[in-house]
């Protein structure tokens, strides 16, 4: 069954580093999202993207994120100066077009953590 | 965003009994609705969806219930087994266009018994 593929699986990095998360979302998805979820909270909607541009976008994807997906396969995030509150497990999902029932296919996450 | 709720963090049940887990929502647009399974150290999986126009969909051992004027879903697993124990999330969007969001309840823990 195809995936949704994240890298790395674990980060860590030291405040006011930049950070870059990848995902290589499944093939013939034209709708890519991230999300994250904070130890012990709920799972937030940062971003979605489609034919190379921002759809909608939450009140946490403030200036220091941003979305690319540089090549045709892979979707990344970039936070260019991490705080301590990033530390979350960041997921990237994709969907095909149309119908709702198939829902979305979520990656297995990244854990960002923040030092 | 408190827009979907689910109140209860746990849920126990014997292995072969029913599971329930109930989701209220408070923005009336919402119009399609999906849960979510989800292990440990792992992405959430896609379980089951509903759209507004229905009140009920089935695949399997899963059932999801939409009650429009309650503005609440249900999840109904039946036979639970072992394997069905993780955190379960509803979702919820304002339709299903390119852009759309999936606002997310806090979870339910299944814990099955043996």
């Known amino acids: 069954e195809p995936e949704v593929t994240q890298t790395p699986s674990h980060q860590v990095t030291q405040m006011g580093q930049e950070v870059i998360l990848r995902c290589v979302p499944i093939?013939?998805?034209?709708?890519f999202y991230w999300y994250r979820q904070i130890l012990g909270q709920k799972v937030e909607f940062l971003v979605s993207?489609?034919?190379?541009?921002?759809?909608?976008k939450s009140e946490i994807f403030d200036d220091q994120f941003s979305v690319e997906r540089p090549d045709g396969s892979n979707f990344t995030l970039k936070i260019r100066s991490t705080k301590l509150e990033d530390s979350a497990m960041y997921f990237c999902a994709s969907r095909p077009p149309g119908q709702y029932i198939y829902g979305y296919t979520f990656g297995s996450g990244t854990r960002l953590t923040v030092v | 965003d408190q827009q979907v709720k689910q109140n209860s963090p746990s849920l126990s049940v014997q292995e072969g009994r029913i599971s329930i887990l109930n989701c209220d929502y408070t923005n009336s647009m919402f119009d399609y609705f999906l849960w979510y399974k989800k292990y440990p150290a792992e992405g959430p999986t896609f379980l089951i969806s509903?759209?507004?126009i229905k009140d009920k969909n089935e695949d399997g051992r899963f059932t999801v219930f939409l009650n429009k004027s309650a503005k609440h879903l249900s999840l109904h697993i039946v036979p639970s087994q072992p394997g069905d124990s993780a955190v379960y999330f509803c979702a919820a969007s304002e339709g299903w266009g390119f852009g759309n969001v999936l606002h997310c309840g806090s979870g339910t823990q299944v814990i099955v018994l043996p």
């Open positions: 509903i759209s507004s």
């Open positions: 993207f489609y034919n190379n541009e921002i759809s909608e």
């Open positions: 093939s013939n998805h034209l709708y």
